[in-house]
């Protein structure tokens, strides 16, 4: 059965680097989606992107991240300079066209900011 | 934006022992997932049920979109169900967008 993988799995940093989780979707898939857990709290929408470009985001996406969808296969979120408070479980999501149909998730990438 | 309210908070069972988790959101959706994220932070998707029931294994989920709730029943449950329970709901916006809202989640453990 296809589904959305995610790498690294963990990823440790130090506050202020650059970091870019990637993500690759189901491969018939045309709408993608960031989302973050602070741990032992609950999932946060990020980003949304259709047709190479953002199509919705959440006040937490500000200027520090950004998404791309550098091939036919990738989707990756950048956090340009990471703060301790980025420390979260990032999950990526994928889904077909129409308006309701089931979102899959990634089993996601744990980001530490030390 | 819309609220997702999930209960109880937290849930401890003896293995073997029944229980129903309960979503109530505040607006209309266009449809609604459970998940099940493991201990190792992992998202399950359970079920994708925009209304009626459906049943797997010894899971089954009823949604009720017209009074804006879910139930989640969990039968003859296992130490491998432990960890928590998420419902989101799913809006439709304009030109097929759609946006995701997670519940505040149910932390159930099962004891042997």
């Known amino acids: 059965e296809p589904e959305v993988t995610q790498t690294p799995s963990h990823q440790v940093t130090q506050m202020g680097q650059e970091v870019i989780l990637r993500c690759v979707p189901i491969?018939?898939?045309?709408?993608f989606y960031w989302y973050r857990q602070i741990l032992g709290q609950k999932v946060e929408f990020l980003v949304s992107f259709y047709n190479n470009e953002i199509s919705e985001k959440s006040e937490i996406f500000d200027d520090q991240f950004s998404v791309e969808r550098p091939d036919g296969s990738n989707f990756t979120l950048k956090i340009r300079s990471t703060k301790l408070e980025d420390s979260a479980m990032y999950f990526c999501?994928?889904?077909?066209?129409?308006?309701?149909?089931?979102?899959?998730f990634g089993p996601g990438t744990r980001l530490t900011v030390l | 934006g819309i609220q997702v309210e999930q209960s109880p908070p937290d849930l401890i069972l003896q293995e073997g022992a029944n229980s129903t988790l309960r979503c109530n959101f505040s607006?209309?959706?266009?449809?609604l997932q459970w998940f099940h994220q493991n201990p190792w932070g992992q998202l399950i998707n359970l079920f994708y049920?925009?209304?009626g029931t459906k049943q797997n294994g010894r899971l089954s989920a009823t949604t009720v979109a017209t009074e804006r709730y879910s139930l989640l029943y969990i039968s003859s449950s296992q130490t491998t169900d432990s960890g928590v329970y998420f419902c989101a709901v799913v809006k439709r916006g304009s030109g097929g967008y759609q946006k995701v809202t997670f519940g505040t989640g149910t932390k159930l453990q099962v004891i042997p």
């Open positions: 491969s018939n898939h045309l709408y």
């Open positions: 049920i925009p209304s």
């Open positions: 999501a994928s889904r077909m066209t129409g308006g309701a149909n089931e979102q899959f």
């Open positions: 607006d209309s959706v266009n449809n």
